[in-house]
């Protein structure tokens, strides 16, 4: 009986990996699938790889904050409390990516199973305050590190950069595949600035890829780690026992979320590459940076952290910044405005030489509204509070009110 509840929750697993890559690889690789310089293929494919990286290096950290320590005993998970949580994670999530939304898997993770420690008594209550805790500061971070280099460095960085999206509608980079061995091809007409701007976009999503699977990867299997926890569980095949450890548990993860980068990825890419936002390409570079280094920093010390909700402080740090360059220091304080709108970072061209703090009007500065889609945009602010809610409030009931999993 105990093999095949594992199998089951295994099954369950997986479809949470598989709706992982449909939420991640909207935010990793949809300003490259946007400006036309990769396909949505190709980004399936470098997600994936650069997925199991993050997953195999650092990503262990995050599995065992997960899976042994947020809740004090981790007897509570049970093969059936394991596919319970599973059903939980992967159901919310698949209503996010079902409407083209990438929802955030961490937060979606952690309330499930914070909900099971709840509801058994259970919930290690100082490790969920320090996870909180860190949810709230890492976006603040973000906020005033882009706020930062927006004010000073943005437009010196948008000069040097000089990335434009393919003019023709054609992908920049694709792959020849005529030959014996596969080579990349670039678009007609583009020059060596714009093939490397292309090379560093990609570059760019490869890092977030990276560094948002660092802490992803537990969202999918911590709950069957609680179980098995090194024990050596194994499913026997006929003559073949698998063991189910943590390479074996990360490899299956892994597998699961190539399929949902390759599949129902192609939804968060439409509305994270196209629909949300008309955000900069340069900004978008520095927005992945910043939150990349964040999540990693986090996912080294064991925190689940939400991406998304770091980028997106991140991108209005940026353009606060941004904007605060039409008014100089001292300026401020002698009291004048500063009209601050997320909108300056479309004010610049890439390329185009950067203007000196203080030399701007304000009326130079677009609105918040010529960046954000308002009615996308507030779809998926609605959507990645409500995907958490459903998977935590969900867990919870379940685990508190039905008997079967006998807590």
Known sequence: MTEVLLLVGILVAIFVGYNIGGATTGPAFGPAVGANVITKTMAAALMSIFFFVGAATIGPQVVDTLGNELVHDTGVFTMRSNVAVLFFIGGALFIGNYVGVPASTSMTAVGAIAALGLATGELAWDVLGQIVIWWVV???IGFWVAGVVGRYFYPQINEWIAIEASRDGREMITVD?????PRLQFGDGADRREITGAFVVVGIGCLMGFSSETSNIANAIAPIYGAVDGTGTEIA???LAIPFGMPALIVIGSFAVAIGCFTIARRTLDTLGNDITNLPLTAAIVVAV???????????IGIPASFVVIATMSIIGLGWGRATRTTTLSEARAGEETRVSVGALTADEEGEAPPEIGEEEPEDIPTASDLFNPSTTARVILMQNVVPVISTVGAFLTFRFIPIFGF
């Open 138 to 140: 890492a976006p603040i």
């Open 177 to 181: 595949r005529s030959g014996v061995v």
């Open 237 to 239: 095949l006929g003559s």
């Open 290 to 300: 910043i939150s990349s280094v964040i999540v990693v920093a986090l996912s080294w």
